[in-house]
């Protein structure tokens, strides 16, 4: 199969899951993005202390983080209609309570209980949906080699929503209000989120209540240190993202331009979602952990110029925006990597957990990232900001180098398939 031929194979996936299903998982990833963006913009804009915002919006990405892999668990246990159901009737719940709390003055302990709770019931639409390709494959509907294009498709969708979210949430709030974009996440999430969860594909991913081979000894076990390598590196990744965003973000207001910092964020995020487009094109000799490991080192040795012209304050936001592109090239293949990865880590019945658990490990480094970075950037400039960034690709190298024998007896459709049910 020639390169072209393996990225037509995109063309086939429709043809597992329908139209309907690429469409609901692409736009139901999206209320996810825009909470913490939005819950900053809300509090700090009603309460005039930028403070009080950055406090709000961590508390949502902490509840996120923690959340995650509970509400994988639930939907291994439970199933994923239910669980997704739930989950989105309480985050749009906690979202309607943080602004009505904002809004009336509510105290403190409030508006960051119920940014807790949105954070802690974020709808799961992109680990789910991975869960269910993994599902796809297992039920022989979609072929293992054809699994890596599925979770290049999630990966890019992944990428189109970090970019699309905040920037609807920004657009919103400057049209309108801040209460209106994240009443905006709320009808999303009521539509498309619940659309989501009672999918027939949600009947791929049988409930273990449900499951005959629930404790059957022939199931193979979870492997416990490829998902801990996975995780950490992940970890890394999302400290990346949030010293990156802090050093852009500390650039922009300096520049009297504080609008542009998620312009020039975005590109990233657009940059990624190409790459992503093409991972299928990549050669099969190019392994699995090989590609996990390259990702990092690439992603360290490309953002060395960001880092240099940006932490120096040589150009304008412009050559921000230029450089940025150069990391955001191995930013999706890492991201789909990982994801291909972890579909052989454990049995079919438990992948909605470990999807999470990865995707609670970008979040979780995202936090650290953002919060070092921007006390460093706030005391020394952007320079300790972007090498923070720096040192965050590095320590993903490391995890992936020090791993890779780990990784590389892995390989989709590892995992041996147990009963379940099909489409309900």
Known sequence: MSRWDALRTYSALPSSVGYGFLLVTLVGRIPATMGQLGSLL????????????????????LGQAAGGPLVGRAADRRGHRPTGLVSALLHAASLVA??????????????LTAAAAAGFSVPQVGPLSRARWTALVHRRRLTAGRFPVAMSFEGTSDEF??????ALVGVIAA?????????????LTLTVCVAFAIHPTAGLVSSQKDDADTHDKTVPPVRGLPILLLAAGLVGLGCYF?????????RAVDAGAAGAAGLV???????SAIAGVLVPMLPASFTLARRFQAG?????LLSVPLVLI?????GGLWVLGLLIVLPGIPIAPILVTAYTLAETTVPVRKISWVMTVLTSAVVIGYAIGALVSGSLADRYGPLPAFLTGLGAAALGSAVATMGRHRLAPLSPGAVPMTAGHGIQ
């Not at 929503?161 to 905040?166: E, I, S």
């Not at 949030?242 to 500390?250: E, F, K, L, N, Y």
């Open 310 to 314: 940006g932490g120096l304050g040589a």
């Open 98 to 111: 943080l602004v009505v709390f904002v809004q009336g003055d509510a105290p403190v302990y409030a508006t």
């Open 242 to 250: 949030g010293s990156i965003q802090a050093a852009v973000t500390w």
């Open 175 to 187: 049209v309108a209000s801040p209460r209106t974009a994240v009443l905006a996440a709320v009808a």
């Open 265 to 271: 964020y975005a590109v990233l995020g657009l940059s």
């Open 161 to 166: 929503a970090f970019v699309l979210g905040p």
């Open 42 to 61: 809300l509090v700090s804009g009603a309460t005039g202390s930028l403070a009080l915002g950055g406090a709000t919006a961590s508390v949502y990405a």
């Open 296 to 300: 990092f080192l690439l992603l360290a």
